[in-house]
C-alpha cells in the first residue's frame, strides 16, 4: 500500500473544506496532549468533548457531501486532520465506524494513508469490544503506555509493515519519549480512546 500522495498530484480541489478540518483538528490539539497526561479538569474534559462532538458532525456532513475527504478533494493536511478527527470521535461510535470504512475504501483508491486508516481501524475495533490488529492503540498503565490486546501478537509486525507502520516495539519506545517530553500542540498522534479509558493513545 501507498502511504504517501503521489507526487504529481494536483492541488487540493477544495481549499475550503481543507481550511475547516485543518483549524478543527488543531483546535483540539492541545485539549488531547494534556488530556493523556492527565492534565485536565473534569470541566475541561466536558469541554473539549462537546468540541469533538461538533468535529465530528462537520466530518459526517464533508463525508455525506463527498465521501472521504482524501488527497485530491483536501490535499495531504486536510485529509490528515480529517483523520485526527474521525479518531477522536469516540463518543459517536456508529460514525466513527462509518467513517473508517469509507477511510478504507478510499486507502483502496489510493486517496488516503494506510497507516492512518490502520490507526482508526484498531480504534473501531476497541470501541467494539474487539482486540485491535495493528497494535496502534495504547493505554496508561501503572509502568507506563501499555498496549491494547492485539490479535495474534507474533504476526503484528508483519501487518504493521503491510500499512506502512515501523515495528510494534519501535513505536512504543518513541510513545514512551514523547509521553515523557513537556506537552506540546505538535503532538498530533497522540489520541486517547475516550470511551474506553479517557488515558489511552494511540500511536503509529
Request: proline share 7%; with cysteine; hydrophobic share 35%.
Amino acid at each position: 500500500m501507498n502511504e504517501n500522495p503521489p507526487t504529481s498530484a494536483p492541488p487540493a480541489l477544495r481549499t475550503d473544506v481543507s481550511r475547516e478540518l485543518i483549524a478543527r483538528a488543531a483546535n483540539a490539539d492541545l485539549y488531547w496532549t494534556r488530556l493523556v497526561r492527565g492534565q485536565l479538569t473534569d470541566g475541561e474534559i466536558g469541554r473539549g468533548r462537546l468540541v469533538d462532538y461538533t468535529n465530528a458532525d462537520v466530518l459526517r456532513r464533508i463525508t455525506d457531501a463527498h465521501g472521504w475527504p482524501g488527497w485530491a478533494l483536501v490535499g495531504r493536511a486536510g485529509a490528515t486532520a480529517a483523520w485526527r478527527i474521525a479518531l477522536r470521535a469516540d463518543n459517536q461510535p456508529p460514525f466513527q465506524r462509518h467513517a473508517e470504512r469509507l477511510m478504507h475504501h478510499a486507502v483502496r483508491m489510493g486517496q488516503a494513508s494506510p497507516g492512518h486508516w490502520a490507526h482508526l481501524y484498531d480504534r473501531v475495533c476497541l470501541m467494539y469490544g474487539a482486540r485491535q490488529e495493528f497494535g496502534t492503540q495504547y493505554r496508561n498503565g501503572v509502568s507506563g503506555p501499555e498496549r491494547e490486546p492485539v490479535n495474534d501478537e507474533p504476526t503484528l509486525d508483519q501487518r504493521r509493515s503491510k500499512v506502512g507502520l515501523p515495528p510494534a516495539e519501535e513505536s512504543w519506545k518513541r510513545l514512551r519519549e514523547r509521553l515523557a517530553a513537556e506537552p506540546s500542540i505538535r503532538s498530533t498522534a497522540e489520541v486517547p480512546a475516550g470511551s474506553l479509558t479517557l488515558t489511552s493513545v494511540g500511536v503509529a
